[in-house]
C-alpha cells in the first residue's frame, strides 16, 4: 500500500466548475501536509500548505483530517489554466523528505 | 535566476552507461534532496544532504546509484551502469524553510 493515496483521475470539468480532490495518507505521523501542482514537462510547485483549521487561498480551500489521515482540494470556479496534476505531499519529519502521491490529473474545459 | 539549476535537461544513455546529474542549489540551502519520478507517478524520494553530509540514503534503488555533495553546495547524483527501469526524470529540492525544486533531468535509457 503506498504511503500517500489519491485517485488519479481525470477530472474534466468546464470552466466555472467546482471540484474536489481528495488524498489518504498512511503514516499516522506524518506532520506537515501540502498540495503542490505540477505541470506537463515541469517541475512540482507548492500549491498550499494544509493546516488542521483548514485553510483558503483565493479560490482553493484545503482541509485535513487527522484523525481519518484525509486531506482534501477544493477548486471552486475552475479556470482553464487551473489544468494540471495535483500533487499530495505528507511529510514525516520537519525539514526531512517530501511523501508525494501520484497525481490527480485535473483538466478544465472551456 | 535564483532558483535550483540542473543540468543536463535532457540526457540519452545507452544501457550500460554510467551518467552523472548535477545540481545547484539555491544559495544558502543547507538541505539538498534528491527525488526520482517515474511517468504518471510522484516524486520518490532517492536521498538527502544536510551540507556535504548523506543523512539519507534509503531511497537509493541500488548500489548502482550514488550521490556527492563535497562543499555542502553542488550535488552529483551518478548512476553507473544504466538500465532501461532508470528512465525517469531526476529532480533536485533544496531547502530553506520549504523545498524549492528544479527542473529536473529527463534520463532516457536505450
Known amino acids: 500500500r503506498k504511503e500517500v493515496e489519491q485517485d488519479p483521475g481525470p477530472f474534466n470539468v468546464p470552466e466555472g466548475a467546482t471540484v474536489a480532490f481528495n488524498c489518504t495518507y498512511s503514516n499516522s505521523a506524518s506532520q506537515s501536509f501540502f498540495w503542490y501542482r505540477q505541470d506537463c514537462r515541469k517541475e512540482p510547485k507548492l500549491l498550499m500548505s494544509v493546516y488542521s483549521s483548514g485553510n483558503e487561498d483565493g479560490r482553493f480551500t484545503a482541509q485535513l483530517n487527522r484523525a481519518s489521515q484525509y486531506i482534501s482540494l477544493l477548486i471552486r470556479d475552475s479556470k482553464l489554466s487551473d489544468s494540471a496534476t495535483y500533487l499530495c505531499?505528507?511529510?514525516?519529519?520537519?525539514?526531512?523528505?517530501?511523501?508525494f502521491g501520484a497525481g490527480t490529473i485535473l483538466r478544465v474545459k472551456s | 535566476g535564483a532558483g535550483v539549476s540542473q543540468s543536463p535537461r535532457y540526457k540519452v544513455a545507452k544501457r550500460g552507461q554510467d551518467v552523472a546529474l548535477r545540481c545547484d542549489p539555491i544559495?544558502?540551502?543547507?538541505?539538498l534532496f534528491w527525488y526520482q519520478q517515474a511517468l504518471g507517478q510522484g516524486p520518490e524520494f532517492l536521498t538527502y544532504?544536510?551540507?556535504?553530509?548523506?543523512?539519507?540514503k534509503s531511497g537509493l534503488p541500488s548500489d548502482r546509484f550514488f550521490a556527492e555533495r563535497p562543499e555542502g553546495s553542488v550535488s552529483t547524483l551518478k548512476i553507473q551502469r544504466t538500465q532501461q527501469e532508470d528512465s525517469a526524470v531526476y529532480l533536485c529540492?533544496?531547502?530553506?524553510?520549504?523545498?524549492?525544486f528544479g527542473p529536473g533531468t529527463r534520463l532516457t535509457v536505450t
Open positions: 529540492a533544496s531547502s530553506g524553510p520549504r523545498q524549492y
Open positions: 544532504f544536510q551540507n556535504e553530509a548523506q543523512l539519507d
Open positions: 544559495s544558502g540551502h543547507v538541505s
Open positions: 505531499v505528507v511529510n514525516v519529519l520537519l525539514g526531512n523528505k517530501l511523501v
